[in-house]
Structures are given as structure tokens and as C-alpha cells.
């Protein structure tokens, strides 16, 4: 399954998960991004061919033709002849890479040349991609070439219909699935499926379990956690240090801090508080100093002119009272009136008052009024010294506000002075109000400087040391309040991840059954003789401990597996776990490539390799290499298809592929040997030999349909399945001859058109024998299987 | 067509059953024995060996009595379109099997008595299947 696939079923999931909202958007978070997967090829892949030059034990190219669709292919070569070249040359074309040369050391990587051919190495395969489109159709050539003396130093080119279409090797063949799939099996990989950890088995087959999402979100979440308890361990920590560093610092605030930061759950308003400076400690300690501080005493200055001005009208109202002012203002009186006097009496100069006589004359009274005049000014002079005098007063008496409510709580002393001060405003008498004014005044300034200043120091002392705390403190702040947002999200995760543990098991236990009940048929079909059991394999244990179970019993006992299986049994079950792999359903890889299997296999072992084998060669292009006939020979005893190819090599590395023999020639070798044998009843002849022959026309269309529909662009498994569909030979004539659902009329006319009219009698007669014993003779017997080679020679040249 | 596991002995006076419990015997010794265990297996496989033969020759003999001339590879590969042809393979590969075993090959080591133990099984279960698979 894609990982596409798997977040669409894991989003489907998570409505009903039981998870918080919360929860599952965490696990949305955590999610890893979803990643396209490109490619210019589509559908399953099928191996057309295997070419080599001068790589290894093969010197001038060679080529292996396969066909690329299901089925079993032998390549049966003696040692040495270069069979396993050819199974390496095709892993090393796709992957640049061998199991054989793997952690080799240099002198082994640099036998890979041919000793007599070794100027172009090149190896190459030929690929037939099921889905490709029109266009497509051909098969895509891959060759890698050596530019270089060292196994790495190549290059891939390749090719369709003969030209480079610019594609890189990756753009054919995903690198990560054949790592993942891996449908290369070299001989000298058998012992190692499983003599590598079993950590690592455990890890291959869950990453083809395709669960790998599910893993990656749970070591994402699992980070998210780690971090989050960092930081709420370190805030712990922070907070321990904090309280040590806070006792140490002598400041109200710091003792409200540690009493905010000692309990369960550490008070953050108060510690914002705190930092703000708005803390109770503010409010009742500094406050006050700040206030005394910013103390403003009445202003000496202002208050001294006040004085000033007040002393210099009083003398000024002085003089005006004591000197001739006054005199003046009594005299213009008197003046005024004689005036009056000598006015209502014009012709009168006698004096009223003193009698006298002709002195109040006009000179007398012109005389007067430029007195008066001189008096009037002399009058006015006072009134204003006087007037002068009360705003001076005033003015004192003004400047002396009384002191702020709090100062008397604070500092009582100093209200006290202040009081003394304001107690002139009761004072009228303008000297003593210029003496008490003064001399009050700046006794009151005196003791504010003296105030102020000590505030303001003792102001200065605290912020000095509480500056550093505050900075501290405020760390400490931003780290808690980071802790505390984690403390949910720790358990958000925690949530997550144990529903994401239930479903990675679920999911889990559910792909890797199949795979598990392929392995174990494997097996059996492998050991089923063996004194040794395998019971049901399984993914166990997680973490480091994770690894492949693989219970295994001797007679009922159990036992290690590697204590008490022969060779034999190993390979058995490296191929059980390497065949499910290499064919699972999702791999894109319809070939799998299996070097020697054969080796230290006793014959029982042979016989259930080739069911093995067989059934799996229904689903997939099975090519296995082999150096020994046993294979082949139990092949076909066992009645099984496969087509036999052999590999020989002459001197100078010039290797032979010949074809030995494929379905149509095992089943006329069949039917020749009982129709030669001399001794066949008639009845005996007549009953076995035309199925036998039926098989080998049958082979021989199949093959012959398969090459219709595969040019008709149809998909390998939908080929498969309709020509392995039971039914009369007409019908897969009919699908080789591309009139598929033709009425078997047609098609029988079809055949005595192409191969003549005893074709079509052959036909019928073979028909006939699958669905009941002839009644009637089939006459020549040897002549039948004549008959049936010719037409199934024809059929299959097509 | 009549039971042939149990047909009577038509040479070496052995019935097959007799034959495989013999087999049985020399692969399981009730008691000791100086013979050599590659030496038991091998005379176990030329039994079972023989039991296949003897009984597939009683088979041909109820169908068409002239098969028992015919040669051996015939005999089996004819068989499957008489009986079930997964059991008829299965014999022809199993019988291969033996008559590798008893041969004396220089090439090749001599059965193991565990490969023997597992042919007497197939053995027994092919005999049992003919006897009880004729319809």
C-alpha cells in the first residue's frame, strides 16, 4: 500500500478515534509532508532479456531471452559456464550494486572484468513495463557501461526501439522499491537473509509491510515528546535555581517572588506582577519612597521675593504714616474749605479763623490751590504704599499651601515643619509675617532636601539589586509558561501515540498474515519431511528488541533456529522469507531472479522447491538459475511447466545460450516416450495418449495467446488468467489467432485454413479426449504424437 | 476395481505392507543392530522402492495386465490419467527419488536415514491414497 493510501485510511480513522480535537491535530501535525512519486513507466515490470559482455565469466555479449510475462524459466549451467554471470549482470544492470561485491574487498571488486574480453564491459536488460500506454509498447532497454577500472565507475543509458530516450536508470526502476522488494536472490545472499540481524529482517519486511508512515509520524511524535519534557525539566531546574538566587537578594520583591515560585503550581500573575512593578511589596514600601522622592517642598525662592516685597512695602506704608502724607490729606481738607470760603465770599479777605484782615486776597487764594494740588499728590503717594502693603501681605500668605495628606503618615517630623510654616497665613502683622516667613520657609526646605534625597538613594540601593533578579526572574517566567503550555501537549502526544501503537499493530498484524502464511506454505512445501518445524513467523517486540520470530521446534522441542537446522533447512527458509518479498502484491516487480537455490537441498527438498516454484511462476516471471539437473528433473516428474534454457561456455569465455526444452516439448517428450514404448496396451495408448498430446497443443497456444494479447497491449495478470482458463482448445486457438469469442465453428475452419484439414480432425480428436475416454481408436499412436508435434511446431512459430 | 495395498506377495514373499513395515524396521532398529545406518537406509529405500512397484504392478494388472511389461517411466507417467494426477506425480517423483537412493552413485552420498524416514512416509501415504482413491 502507497503511503498515500495509508494517510487517507489513517485520516479516515481519526474521526473515530476517541481522540481529543486537540489530539488529532496534533497528529495531523505530525503527519510527514506527502511525497509524489514520479516516474515515466507504469504497471508491473517483466524481464524480456539478459545480455552481458565481458563481465565476469562471459566474454563476447550473450544474451538470455526470457519471456516477459508469468511463469518458470530454468537457466541449468555447469559451474562456471556463466550462468551466474547472467544473474548478476541483471542485478547489476538495475541496482549498480551485488550482493557479491558488497563489503568486498578491492581485490575481489576487481575481478568482475572478463579475463578475455575486458576492453567494453557492458551488461543490459530488457524491460517490458505492463502498463505503459501506446507508445510504450517496446520493450525499454537498460545498459550500464564502464568508464573506469572500478566496479562503481558506471553509467546506465537508457534506450527504446533502439534510441536513448534521456531518461535516467531511476526514472525506469525506483531505486527504494527494489531495495524494498529486492527480486534479485543471489546464491550467496541465501545464508545471509538470515545470518544478518534479525533487527534488520524485522525492519525489511515492515518497510514492506508499507507501514513506514505510521512509524515515521510515531519517531516524529516521539521527538515532539522528547522536547517537551526537556522543557519542562528545565523549568523545573530553572525554577530550584531561581528561589536559591532569590533568597540570597534582600528586596521585599524577591521575597514575594520566592513564596510566588515555592508552591505546587507557581503563581504567574503574581511573578508578572511582580515584574511590572505592581507587587504589594511596591504598593506598601516603594511606593512611599518614590512618593518621597518626588516630594515638592514649597519654593524658598518665591516665598524669599514674597518676603522681600512684603519688608519694602511696609516701610514704604511706614513712611506714608509717619511723615507728611498725612499731614497733607488733613491739610488739602482745611485748604479746600477756605478755598470754599473765599469763594461764596469774593469781596471778603479777612481771615474767619484768626481774624485777620485783607490776607485771604487773590494772590492768596492762587497761592492756595497750587498748594493744594501739591498736597493732593502727596496723598496718593500713601494711599498706594498702603494699598501696596495688604497685596504683599497676601502674597505671603498665599505662597503658604499646606503639605499633602500622606506626608503627615510618612514623615511626620516633616509635616510638623510644614505646619509651622502654614501657621503664617495667621500672622498679619507685616514684620513679623516677613520674619516668621522666612526664617520657617527655609528650615522647611532644608529638612525636604535632606528627605528627598535619602529617598531617592535608598530608591537607587533596591533597584540595583533587584534589576538582576527581575532579569532572572523574567527568564524564569518565559520558560514556566513555555512548561506549562507543554504539559498538555506532552499528554496530547502520549495519547496520539498509543492510538497510533493500536493501529500500527492492527494494520500490522493484518498485512504481515499473508506474508507470514506464505512464508510458513514455503516452507512446508520446502521441509515438509523435515524433522525440524517452523511455526507461524511473526514481527515481535519493538525498539531494540524488535526481530523476526521465528519459532522453531525439533520434534516437538523447541529450539534456536540456527542451533539445529542443516544448511539446507537455512536456505529453505531464507528462500520461505525472500520469495513473499520478493512477490508481494504491491511490488512493481513481476520478475524475480533466484541464483542456485538448489545447493544443499537433499531430493525431497528438490521436489517442493519446484512446487514452490510453480505456483509462484502463475503470478510471476520466475527465472532461476541452476547448476545441477535435479531441478529440472524433479520439474519434470512433477508433471510442471517451465521453460529450460542451457548454458554452456567454450574456451575464450564464449558462452551458448541454447533452449533445452519449454511446455510444448515436455509434453511431446511425454507422449513420445509412452507412444515408442513397445510394450503400451492399445487400451492404455488409447486412453493416455490424446490428453497427452492435448497438453502439448495447449502449451503451444497458450504461448502463442499470451504473444496475441501482450501485442494487444493487455495486462500480464489478465493474459494470465485467460489463458489458463479451463476450456476446449478452440477457445485459445481462437485468443492466438486474434478471434477471441469466435464460435468454435470458425475457429476449427481457422485452423484447416492455416495448418491444413488433419489439423482441424487433430483438434477435434484432442478435444474430445479431455472430457471422456474415446470410444473409438485413435489409430497410429505414434503417428498422433507426430501429428500433434507438427501442429504444435506450427502453432508455436506463428 | 478389488484393494491392491494388500495384494498378495507376487515375489520375494512379501506383501507391500510387509515390505514397508520392514523398512520401518531397519530405519527404526527395535533393537541393536550391527548394521551400519547408511547401510539401513539404503536397504530401506530398495523396500519402499520395491512396495511402489509391486503395488502400481497389481494396479496395472486389474486395469491392462500387458502395462506390467511396459517400462517404468510409462507405467507412471500413464498413471495420471488413470488416478488423480497430483498423486500420480508425486509417485513418479517420489519412486525417481528411491531409485536414485539405491543405486550406488560415486558421485553421490547415500541417502541419509532422515531422507529415508521421509520417503516411508510419502510412502505410506501414496499407498494408502491408491487404496482408498479408486472410484
Not at chain 1, 502654614?422 to 535632606?450: G, I, N, S, W, Y
Request: proline share 6%.
Amino acid at each position: 500500500m502507497s503511503d498515500t493510501a495509508l494517510r487517507d485510511l489513517l485520516l479516515a480513522r481519526l474521526p473515530k478515534s476517541g481522540l481529543s480535537v486537540e489530539e488529532q491535530a496534533q497528529l495531523r501535525d505530525l503527519l510527514p509532508a506527502a511525497q509524489a512519486r514520479s516516474g515515466g513507466h507504469s504497471g508491473t515490470v517483466y524481464m524480456q532479456s539478459i545480455t552481458a559482455a565481458g563481465w565476469r565469466g562471459i566474454g563476447p555479449a550473450a544474451t538470455v531471452q526470457l519471456r516477459p510475462g508469468p511463469g518458470l524459466t530454468l537457466v541449468t549451467g555447469r559451474n562456471g559456464s556463466g550462468k551466474s554471470s547472467f544473474a548478476e549482470a541483471a542485478e547489476m544492470a538495475l541496482t549498480g550494486d551485488n550482493f557479491r561485491w558488497q563489503g568486498r574487498t578491492q581485490v575481489w571488486k576487481k575481478g568482475w572484468r572478463n579475463l578475455h574480453e575486458h576492453s567494453s564491459p557492458e551488461v543490459g536488460v530488457e524491460l517490458c513495463f505492463d502498463g505503459d500506454s501506446e507508445g510504450g509498447k517496446e520493450p525499454v532497454t537498460v545498459r550500464r557501461v564502464w568508464h573506469g577500472e572500478g566496479l562503481d565507475e558506471s553509467r546506465t543509458v537508457v534506450e527504446q526501439a533502439g534510441k536513448p530516450t534521456g531518461e535516467d536508470l531511476h526514472d525506469v526502476i525506483d531505486a527504494e522499491q527494489l531495495t524494498l522488494y529486492r527480486p534479485f536472490l543471489p546464491y550467496t545472499q541465501l545464508g545471509a537473509v538470515i545470518n544478518g540481524p534479525l533487527t534488520a529482517l524485522h525492519d525489511e519486511i515492515s518497510r514492506i509491510l508499507g507501514l513506514e508512515l505510521l512509524s515515521d509520524t510515531d519517531t516524529a511524535a516521539r521527538a515532539r515528546a522528547k522536547t517537551l519534557t526537556e522543557t519542562e525539566n528545565a523549568a523545573k531546574a530553572l525554577t530550584a535555581t531561581v528561589i536559591q538566587e532569590l533568597s540570597t537578594v534582600d528586596d521585599p520583591r524577591a521575597a514575594e517572588a520566592v513564596a510566588a515560585l515555592s508552591g505546587r503550581s507557581p503563581d504567574f500573575d503574581l511573578v508578572r506582577a511582580l515584574l511590572k512593578g505592581h507587587s504589594v511589596a511596591d504598593e506598601v514600601h516603594l511606593s512611599r519612597l518614590r512618593r518621597l522622592a518626588a516630594l515638592e517642598s514649597p519654593d524658598l525662592q518665591t516665598i524669599t521675593k514674597a518676603v522681600a516685597r512684603l519688608r519694602s512695602a511696609a516701610a514704604v506704608a511706614d513712611d506714608a504714616r509717619h511723615g507728611s502724607a498725612e499731614d497733607a490729606r488733613q491739610l488739602i481738607k482745611l485748604l479746600d474749605t477756605a478755598l470754599e470760603h473765599r469763594r461764596r465770599h469774593p469781596d471778603v479777605s479777612d481771615c474767619p479763623v484768626c481774624g485777620s484782615t485783607n490776607l485771604l486776597d487773590r494772590a492768596w487764594a492762587e497761592r492756595t490751590r497750587a498748594q493744594v494740588e501739591r498736597l493732593q499728590a502727596e496723598a496718593a503717594d500713601a494711599e498706594a504704599a498702603h494699598r501696596e502693603l495688604t497685596a504683599a501681605v497676601r502674597e505671603v500668605h498665599d505662597l503658604m499651601q499646606p503639605p499633602a495628606a500622606w506626608l503627615q503618615a510618612d514623615e511626620p517630623s516633616l509635616a510638623a515643619l510644614w505646619r509651622d510654616l502654614t501657621a503664617c497665613r495667621a500672622v498679619r502683622e507685616p514684620r513679623e509675617l516677613a520674619e516668621h516667613a522666612e526664617h520657617a520657609a527655609a528650615v522647611l526646605a532644608d529638612a525636604c532636601l535632606q528627605v528627598r534625597d535619602d529617598a531617592v538613594r535608598r530608591i537607587t540601593a533596591q533597584d540595583g539589586r533587584w534589576q538582576p533578579v527581575a532579569a532572572r526572574l523574567s527568564a524564569w517566567l518565559g520558560q514556566a509558561e513555555a512548561a506549562q503550555a507543554a504539559k498538555p501537549v506532552t499528554k496530547q502526544i502520549k495519547a496520539v501515540r498509543s492510538w497510533l501503537r493500536t493501529l500500527t499493530d492492527e494494520l500490522r498484524d493484518a498485512r504481515f498474515k499473508p506474508f507470514a502464511d506464505q512464508s510458513g506454505e514455503i516452507w512446508r512445501l520446502l521441509c515438509e519431511r523435515s524433522s525440524v518445524s517452523l511455526g507461524a513467523i511473526g514481527l515481535a517486540g519493538v525498539g531494540p528488541q524488535r526481530q523476526v520470530s521465528l519459532p522453531v521446534s525439533v520434534d516437538d522441542a523447541d529450539a534456536p533456529a540456527f542451533g539445529v537446522m542443516s544448511q539446507g533447512e537455512l536456505h529453505s527458509l531464507a528462500l520461505s522469507l525472500f520469495i513473499p518479498r520478493a512477490t508481494h502484491q504491491d511490488s512493481p516487480f513481476g520478475f524475480v531472479i533466484i541464483d542456485d537455490p538448489v545447493q544443499s537441498m537433499d531430493p525431497g527438498k528438490v521436489d517442493g522447491l519446484a512446487r514452490v516454484l510453480d505456483l509462484y511462476a502463475q503470478h510471476r516471471q520466475v527465472v532461476v538459475f541452476t547448476h545441477d539437473t535435479r531441478l529440472k528433473e524433479a520439474i519434470s516428474r512433477l508433471g510442471l511447466r517451465a521453460t529450460v534454457m542451457d548454458v554452456s561456455r567454450q574456451p575464450d569465455s564464449v558462452v551458448e545460450v541454447v533452449p533445452v526444452s519449454d511446455p510444448v516439448s515436455q509434453a511431446l517428450d511425454e507422449a513420445r516416450a509412452v507412444a515408442l514404448d513397445p510394450h503400451l496396451p492399445p487400451e492404455v495408448a488409447d486412453r493416455v495418449l490424446p490428453p497427452m498430446c492435448r497438453l502439448a497443443v495447449e502449451a503451444a497456444y497458450q504461448a502463442a495467446a499470451r504473444r496475441t494479447l501482450r501485442e494487444a497491449g493487455l495486462e500480464q495478470s489478465k493474459i494470465q488468467q485467460k489463458v489458463t482458463r479451463p476450456g476446449p482448445l478452440t477457445g485459445l486457438a481462437a485468443i492466438a489467432m486474434g478471434m477471441e469469442g469466435a464460435g468454435p465453428g470458425d475457429v476449427l475452419n481457422a485452423i484447416a485454413r492455416d495448418h491444413g484439414t488433419s489439423a482441424r480432425d487433430l483438434i477435434r480428436l484432442l478435444n474430445q479426449a479431455s472430457h471422456q475416454a474415446p470410444t473409438t481408436p485413435v489409430g497410429d499412436h505414434r503417428d498422433l504424437v507426430r501429428r500433434t508435434e507438427r501442429l504444435a511446431k506450427e502453432v508455436q512459430a506463428r | 476395481m478389488t484393494g491392491l495395498a494388500h495384494s498378495s506377495a507376487p515375489s520375494g514373499g512379501l506383501s507391500t505392507n510387509a515390505l514397508v513395515t520392514a523398512a520401518d524396521h531397519l530405519l527404526n532398529p527395535p533393537g541393536s543392530t550391527t548394521l551400519t545406518p547408511g547401510v539401513r537406509a539404503r536397504a530401506a529405500a530398495i523396500l519402499l522402492r520395491l512396495a511402489l512397484d509391486e503395488t502400481l504392478d497389481a494396479y496395472w494388472q486389474t486395469v491392462s495386465p500387458r502395462m506390467t511389461r511396459s517400462n517404468g517411466r510409462t507405467r507412471m507417467l500413464c498413471l495420471q490419467w488413470y488416478i488423480a494426477p497430483s498423486v500420480a506425480r508425486q509417485w513418479y517423483a517420489v519412486w525417481s527419488g528411491l531409485s536414485a537412493a539405491c543405486h550406488h552413485h560415486t558421485y553421490e552420498l547415500p541417502p541419509t536415514p532422515a531422507e529415508v524416514r521421509a520417503w516411508h512416509q510419502d510412502v505410506s501415504e501414496l499407498l494408502r491414497v491408491l487404496a482408498a482413491g479408486k472410484t
